[in-house]
């Protein structure tokens, strides 16, 4: 019966062999047809888009609730007894005006938009631009990345990375918060992949995580001690620790420099063109976030041009 079961129920070994072989067979599809790479990559990405978004709009409120139950508990104070379940995967997507619940056909990303042409298929109010722009923006980026490292483990982790740029840069943006849900696991998986030096040796990835946080931390003391006001938040220090732990120390004042770039740019745009107000402050986590998406990929290129200058 030993040689009948084995047939029948092959073992964990020949099952991790075919697993293999499947996988290699896709790698060597990808390398050859480079337009399905691209094209499974856009994919992808639209995927993700969508998946963000919805952590966009939820993390926040999760993390709202959680807080504020540790709150009642430490404050011995009585619980509502809500039995309402609101993750990431729970409610259901619904439209907030007429509570219409989104189907499956109504949720293909960017696909939907256009042909629902930006309206709820109920009642007919009007859909946030930011959720096929969000989808659109990370397949764009997925594949900018994909060109970049080709076919190889350096663009799965590239992505991830990426993803989590998208989702941090979103979150601030709209809560001023950066949540150490996101940024702490992109912190040690940056110092994870380079263990096998993939971006970076570990020792300047070590010692970009400990220069980035103390960098930004010393800033908010000294602005601290002459204002009397916080200039930024600790999630601000976590990300820019994060960002050091994937490309290391040395791209950190590369990181820095952009990023006042880029949020002098975006901050004179926005009271030019949407008439922000100079009292409302603006987050610096999104214009880190875009300097270390820039950085990581072209980095090299820019310190060679500067260098060449």
């Known amino acids: 019966m030993d040689w009948l079961s084995q047939c029948i129920y092959p073992s964990s070994k020949w099952a991790r062999l075919l697993e293999l072989n499947i996988l290699q067979s896709i790698i060597e599809a990808f390398t050859l047809y480079p337009g399905f790479f691209y094209s499974f990559v856009i994919f992808l990405g639209l995927s993700v888009g969508s998946f963000l978004n919805v952590v966009i709009y939820r993390l926040p409120i999760m993390l709202e609730n959680e807080w504020r139950n540790d709150c009642k508990n430490f404050l011995e104070l009585e619980d509502d ?38 309206k709820c298929s109920s009642c007919k109010v009007h859909i946030s631009a930011q959720y096929p722009i969000i989808e659109a923006v990370t397949a764009a980026l997925s594949v900018l990345v994909a060109i970049k490292f080709g076919v190889t483990i350096e663009t799965l982790f590239a992505l991830i990375f990426t993803w989590a740029l998208v989702a941090l840069t979103m979150i601030d943006a709209k809560t ?4 150490d849900n996101i940024t702490l696991p992109l912190l040690w998986l940056g110092i994870i992949v380079n263990t096998s030096e993939l971006y970076t040796s570990l020792e300047s990835s070590v010692f970009g995580a400990v220069a980035g946080y ?59 063109v949407s008439k922000h107000d100079k009292s409302i402050p603006i987050p610096f986590g999104p214009y880190l976030a875009i300097a270390g998406w820039i950085a990581f990929i072209w980095g090299a290129d820019i310190n060679q041009i500067w260098l060449s200058i």
């Open 214 to 272: 103390l960098i930004l931390w010393s800033i908010y003391k000294l602005f601290k001690l002459v204002t009397g006001k916080e200039g930024m938040g600790y999630g601000d220090f976590k990300l820019l620790a994060a960002l050091g732990a994937w490309m290391g120390w040395m791209m950190l004042p590369q990181i820095i420099l952009l990023s006042s770039l880029v949020g002098a740019i975006i901050g004179v745009s926005m009271i030019l």
């Open 176 to 179: 001023q918060l950066l949540p």
């Open 81 to 118: 007894k809500s039995t309402d379940v609101f993750n990431l995967s729970k409610p259901d997507s619904t439209c907030p005006k007429c509570g219409h619940k989104i189907r499956v056909w109504e949720n293909i990303p960017v696909l939907s938009y256009l042909l629902l042409r930006g």
